[in-house]
Structures are given as structure tokens and as C-alpha cells.
């Protein structure tokens, strides 16, 4: 009987043996994950897991009776540690199995702050797995200062939480404005309002120099001379794909695991999906970090391990939750030279990226209406002028029937 393996449980692992049985795969299934808990999904950690709002069973993908009613063997706790391609096994430790076809979605790391500039002092904190979240949980506290470190999507809901818990916030961000690297000025302009509005003090174009304390984090020096206490940091200054195991394998990388449109990496019969994978993309490659993404490739992985020749076409999406702020993001922005303001009915807003007269993207706040509208716009690789953008909310969905 074949037996597939597929290294990492998380979401991309989860979809993907989902997939495999709900295909018609009858042969073996393992899924092994390094964290102690069955697959979870990830985006309530920085949002309402935190806030205490969420209990820890209703982030987990599917009760771990799911794997054994689908006869997936789940193996938590548990670390791949090499993968011999020739031989075509894979070792955890000491022990080894065998494969017919491996999948690795093994994800992505946070990076941290360096040791020399007190990153690994106590009360310092990533936001990557639920036991980083449960470690910092008891710091959030009323009244306590918190100091953020980056100003991307994490560091932003992490601030919106302590902000909303009663903490005194404060967010720096080496770049020019919060957001620079995703989104644009008009994007960086609404939350860094949003977040002053609720007493957030951010702090942009200045860099941490170094965290200050003895054992536990007492403040922070920046770059500019400024001192600031804090009785807990939160860093979120991106992530780097998990690709070590691939790479010590002698798989071929590039920005990930380089995958082809099939999600085939250089070894024969070993595929690759989410974060840890990139791949082609209207002529370039691309690595996305998103839950939309992580789901829909592994889906086609799985197709593609069962013999299938489907290639995977990324229809990019994303979402951040910010206090009552819903954003929601369709399409990639790379390479925009305009951005066009929608404003809907009831403060509800949108961002309209063009390049040349070509809508490539769209941000929506708060307007699922205009976001809606957009995605498929996009996605059908068809667009509106400018000044259609300003279509009221009531007749915008007919911009979709041309
Ligand atoms: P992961 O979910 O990270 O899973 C990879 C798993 O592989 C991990 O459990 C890891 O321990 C395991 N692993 C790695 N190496 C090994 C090994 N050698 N042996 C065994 N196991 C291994 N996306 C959105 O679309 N919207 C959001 O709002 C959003 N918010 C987010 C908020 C937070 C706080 C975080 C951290 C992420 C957020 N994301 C969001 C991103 C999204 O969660 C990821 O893109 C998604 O989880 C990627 O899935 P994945 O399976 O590729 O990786």
C-alpha cells in the first residue's frame, strides 16, 4: 500500500490530507507536526485568542478524532529531523519511515531580536504558536506597558489587543510608516489613525536600537536616542520560511522551497505548500503567508501526490482584524502606480491599487461590498476606470456583469 507523508501540522498539512481522503486515497496517511497539539489555525492568536476570547479547542482545524476516522495516522509532538531522497525515508531521530510521495509544509519562523540586543531576555515575545500566545497571555494585563516592535500586520493586531486590554501601547517601526512593506500610503495613513485614536502611541522611521534590562525586559533604547519602558515586547518583524529540512536534503530553494505550478519541488515525488513553498505567478515567483493561500495549494498538492496534473493558480487574498476594523485584501499590489479612494455608505472605505489602467489589488475596510466587487474583478483579470471606482454601493455589483 503507498504510503504518502506529509512533514508539518499545520494548516497547509491539514488541508492537504483532508484532501487525500476526501479524493479517494486509500493508502497510508501520516501527518507529523512538531507542536504538541493537533492543527490549528493560527490567525486568532494575534486577535481572538488573545483578547481571551476564543478557547483553545475552537482553533484546532478539526477534533483530533477527525485523523482517526480518516484513518490518517497524526504524529504530535514529533520532529522530522532528515529526509533522504534516494532512499526515499525520512528519520525522526532515530527512527525511520519510508515514503512513496512526501509533501513538506512545514511553514515559516518568526524572526527574532538577537541575543546581543536582549532578545532573549524575559517578557520578550513572538506571536507564532499558540504556546507563544499562552507564554504571553499573563503579561497582558491592564495597565501594564507593552512595547511592539514592527509595524506589519502581527504587530499591529497584537497592539490593537493590548491596547484594547487596558495596556499602555506603544509601536515602533524602522520604516518610513507602519504597513510600508504591504500596503500603501493611504492603507498606513487609516490604521496608523485608527490606532492613535485608541491612545497608541506609534512610532515610525526610528529603529529599536536595543532592549534594556537584566533578566526580565525593562525598556527599550531606539535608534534615535529615546527611551521607553515596558514591562513586556512583542516582535513582529516578519517571518522566514521554514526550509532547513529541505535544504539540508539538497532540495532546490528559492525565497522557500521552489516549487514548480504543481507544487513539485526538485526531488522526485516530494511536493511542497504554504508558507514554506514558493512558486510561479503571472511570470515570477512568489511566496504568499496567508491561511487562503496555505489551504488552496495544498489542496492541489494533494490532487498532484495522487497522479493528478493540476496546476496551482493563486488568487491572493488576505484579511486583519483591528479593533471594529475588518481589512480584507484581494489581489497583490506589486508594482501599483495609483491608488484610488472609494468611499462607501456608512464610513465604509476602500483602496483601489491600478497599475497603468489595470486594477491590481484592493484593500476594503469595513466594505465588503467594494471588496467583494474587486476580488472578482481581479481575479478574472478583468478592471473598471478609475472613476468607476466611485459607482455607489448600490450599483457597484454590476461592474461585474460587463
Ligand atoms: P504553519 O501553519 O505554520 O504550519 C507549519 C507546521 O509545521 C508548524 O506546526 C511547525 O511546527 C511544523 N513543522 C515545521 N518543521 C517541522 C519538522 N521538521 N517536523 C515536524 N513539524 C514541523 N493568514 C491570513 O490569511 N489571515 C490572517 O489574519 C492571518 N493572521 C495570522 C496571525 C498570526 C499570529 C500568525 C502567526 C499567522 C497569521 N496568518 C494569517 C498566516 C497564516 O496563519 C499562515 O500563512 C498559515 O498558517 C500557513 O500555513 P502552513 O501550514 O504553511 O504553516
Known amino acids: 500500500?503507498?504510503?504518502?507523508?506529509?512533514?508539518?501540522?499545520?494548516?497547509?498539512?491539514?488541508?492537504?490530507?483532508?484532501?487525500?481522503?476526501?479524493?479517494?486515497?486509500?493508502?497510508?496517511?501520516?501527518?507529523?507536526?512538531?507542536?504538541?497539539?493537533?492543527?490549528?489555525?493560527?490567525?486568532?492568536?494575534?486577535?481572538?485568542?488573545?483578547?481571551?476570547?476564543?478557547?483553545?479547542?475552537?482553533?484546532?482545524?478539526?477534533p483530533a478524532q477527525f485523523y482517526d476516522d480518516l484513518n490518517i495516522?497524526?504524529?504530535?509532538?514529533?520532529?522530522?529531523?532528515?529526509?533522504?531522497?534516494?532512499?526515499?525515508?525520512?528519520?525522526?531521530?532515530?527512527?525511520?519511515?519510508?515514503?512513496?510521495k512526501l509533501a513538506l509544509c512545514t511553514g515559516s519562523h518568526p524572526r527574532r531580536l538577537p541575543a546581543a540586543i536582549g532578545g532573549d531576555l524575559?517578557?520578550?515575545?513572538?506571536?507564532?504558536?499558540?504556546?507563544?500566545?499562552?507564554?504571553?497571555?499573563?503579561?497582558?494585563?491592564?495597565?501594564?506597558?507593552?512595547?511592539i516592535i514592527g509595524g506589519g500586520y502581527i504587530g499591529l493586531e497584537a497592539a490593537a489587543v493590548a491596547a484594547k486590554k487596558g495596556m499602555q501601547v506603544t509601536l515602533v517601526e524602522m520604516a518610513e510608516r507602519i504597513l510600508q512593506r504591504v500596503a500603501a500610503k493611504e492603507t498606513s495613513d487609516h490604521f496608523r489613525e485608527l490606532h492613535r485614536?485608541?491612545?497608541?502611541?506609534?512610532?515610525?522611521?526610528?529603529?529599536?536600537?536595543?532592549?534594556?534590562?537584566?533578566?526580565?525586559?525593562?525598556?527599550?533604547?531606539?535608534?534615535?536616542?529615546?527611551?521607553?519602558?515596558?514591562?513586556?515586547?512583542?516582535?513582529?518583524?516578519?517571518?522566514?520560511?521554514?526550509?532547513?529540512?529541505?535544504?539540508?536534503?539538497?532540495?532546490?530553494?528559492?525565497?522557500?522551497?521552489?516549487?514548480?505550478?504543481?507544487?513539485?519541488?526538485s526531488a522526485p515525488d516530494v511536493f511542497a505548500a504554504g508558507d514554506c513553498a514558493s512558486f510561479p505567478y503571472r511570470g515570477e515567483r512568489i511566496r504568499l503567508e496567508s491561511v487562503p493561500n496555505a489551504i488552496d495549494q495544498a489542496e492541489v498538492v494533494a490532487q498532484n501526490m495522487m497522479g493528478g496534473a493540476v496546476d496551482y493558480v493563486a488568487t491572493p487574498w488576505f484579511w486583519s482584524d483591528q479593533y471594529d476594523c475588518k481589512l480584507q485584501i484581494a489581489g497583490l499590489n506589486k508594482g501599483y502606480d495609483h491608488v484610488e479612494t472609494r468611499h462607501g455608505e456608512d464610513g465604509r472605505k476602500s483602496f483601489w491599487y491600478f497599475h497603468g489602467d489595470q486594477l491590481v489589488a484592493v484593500d476594503a475596510m469595513n466594505d465588503a461590498r467594494g471588496y467583494m466587487v474587486a476580488k472578482r474583478l481581479i481575479e478574472a483579470g478583468k478592471s473598471v476606470t478609475r472613476d468607476e471606482v466611485h459607482t455607489p454601493d448600490a450599483e457597484l455589483k454590476a461592474l461585474l456583469k460587463r
Do not use: C, W
Open 197 to 265: 485614536s485608541h491612545g497608541v502611541d506609534i512610532r515610525e522611521g526610528v529603529g529599536l536600537e536595543r532592549l534594556l534590562g537584566e533578566d526580565k525586559v525593562s525598556g527599550a533604547r531606539l535608534t534615535d536616542g529615546s527611551e521607553i519602558a515596558a514591562d513586556m515586547v512583542v516582535v513582529g518583524v516578519g517571518i522566514v520560511p521554514a526550509t532547513e529540512l529541505a535544504e539540508a536534503a539538497g532540495i532546490a530553494l528559492d525565497n522557500g522551497i521552489r516549487t514548480d505550478a504543481q507544487g513539485r519541488t
Open 73 to 100: 495516522t497524526l504524529r504530535l509532538n514529533t520532529r522530522v529531523t532528515a529526509i533522504d531522497t534516494e532512499a526515499r525515508t525520512i528519520s525522526l531521530g532515530d527512527e525511520v519511515l519510508s515514503y512513496d
Open 1 to 62: 500500500m503507498a504510503h504518502f507523508i506529509v512533514v508539518g501540522g499545520g494548516q497547509a498539512g491539514a488541508s492537504l490530507v483532508a484532501k487525500l481522503r476526501n479524493s479517494g486515497f486509500e493508502g497510508e496517511i501520516t501527518l507529523i507536526g512538531e507542536e504538541p497539539v493537533p492543527p490549528y489555525e493560527r490567525p486568532p492568536l494575534s486577535k481572538a485568542y488573545l483578547l481571551g476570547e476564543m478557547a483553545q479547542e475552537r482553533l484546532y482545524l478539526r
Open 122 to 147: 524575559e517578557n520578550v515575545f513572538v506571536v507564532r504558536t499558540l504556546a507563544d500566545v499562552d507564554a504571553m497571555e499573563p503579561q497582558v494585563r491592564q495597565g501594564a506597558k507593552a512595547l
